[in-house]
């Protein structure tokens, strides 16, 4: 199958090219050469490939970050997915598109929420999330508009190897190791109350092949662990994996001004589309993190 990953060069993006190149695909990458808020551009670079399948990963993606321009998040991720929609419906190949959304788009949930499908109403709290929410109802209106064939993908927090550290586990995950290398005693934490529901980008990357070979189009999937944990418990884990027990400090800088305080979701949907579920354990995922956090 030939495909077209945007974002191609980002953290799921690199391992999804793998994935795919793994079952045989034929994988176009689309990053930072071409400008996604520029639809001459993107039509130009999916013509070209002629792909059967996009996978459309490229986005502003921090949600902290978010907060700082969130005209330029709404750019990126809201007009930038239209232009690849429109490139799509002129493409001669006429690919099946998965647009990557966010569990962010949930919003503020409680326990009694929880687990979350595909059937809650969205309510987001952030900019990002906003911009995944207006941008998901642009891909469902190029199916019930066009006839587009589309997916909306929801995934929940995805954490591994090679992530950036400007990313919660990953980034603690490099703290705790650059502590025990310098010898310090203190580890700089925002907030540790908040409970997400992680997977590891290895099995997220294979519930988005499945989903693009087996999902129905104009609908919306979870891809989620169906396990939440607090991020205290995170801290935990990697200290313990790297050898080291440090005081924690609460650190104003990197507490966010809105955080959604729980997320779990239900990946019933997904399973019942696809067979799938997660194979690899938060343990493993952990290790490898701090793995590559010490050859950073």
Not at 231 to 259: C, F, K, W, Y
């Amino acid at each position: 199958m030939r495909a077209i990953i945007t974002g191609g060069k980002g953290f799921v993006g690199q391992h999804l090219r793998d994935h795919l190149v793994s079952h045989g695909d034929e994988v176009t990458i689309l990053d930072v050469e071409t400008d996604i808020t520029n639809a001459e551009s993107v039509g130009s670079a999916i013509a070209a490939a002629r792909p059967e399948a996009i996978y459309h990963l490229a986005a502003l993606s921090h949600v902290g970050e978010s907060w700082e321009d969130p005209s330029r998040v709404l750019a990126v991720n809201v007009v930038g997915t239209a232009n690849v929609l429109a490139g799509a419906r002129k493409a001669s190949s006429d690919p099946k598109i998965l647009f990557i959304s966010s569990a962010e788009v949930y919003g503020v949930v409680t326990p009694e929420d929880l687990p979350l499908d595909e059937e809650r109403t969205i309510a987001p709290a952030t900019p990002y999330a906003a911009s995944k929410a207006a941008a998901e109802q642009v891909v469902l209106q190029a199916a019930r508009g066009f006839g587009q064939e589309v997916i909306v993908v929801r995934p929940f927090n995805h954490v591994g190897p090679g992530q950036a550290p400007i990313f919660a586990v990953s980034a603690l995950a490099q703290r705790i190791v650059e502590a025990k290398q310098q010898h310090r005693s203190e580890l700089s934490v925002g907030t540790l109350s908040t409970r997400r529901d992680f997977t590891d980008v290895r099995d997220v990357v294979r519930a988005y092949r499945l989903l693009l070979e087996h999902g129905q189009s104009g609908e919306i999937y979870n891809v989620a662990s169906g396990v939440d944990h607090e991020i205290s418990e995170i801290v935990d884990l990697l200290m313990e994996i790297v050898g080291v027990n440090l005081t924690q400090v609460e650190d104003p800088a990197l507490v966010r001004p809105v955080d959604v305080p729980v997320l779990r979701g239900s990946f019933a949907k997904l399973h019942a589309a696809t067979s799938w579920k997660p194979s690899i354990t938060l343990a493993a995922t952990l290790a490898d993190v701090v793995r590559a956090a010490e050859n950073y």
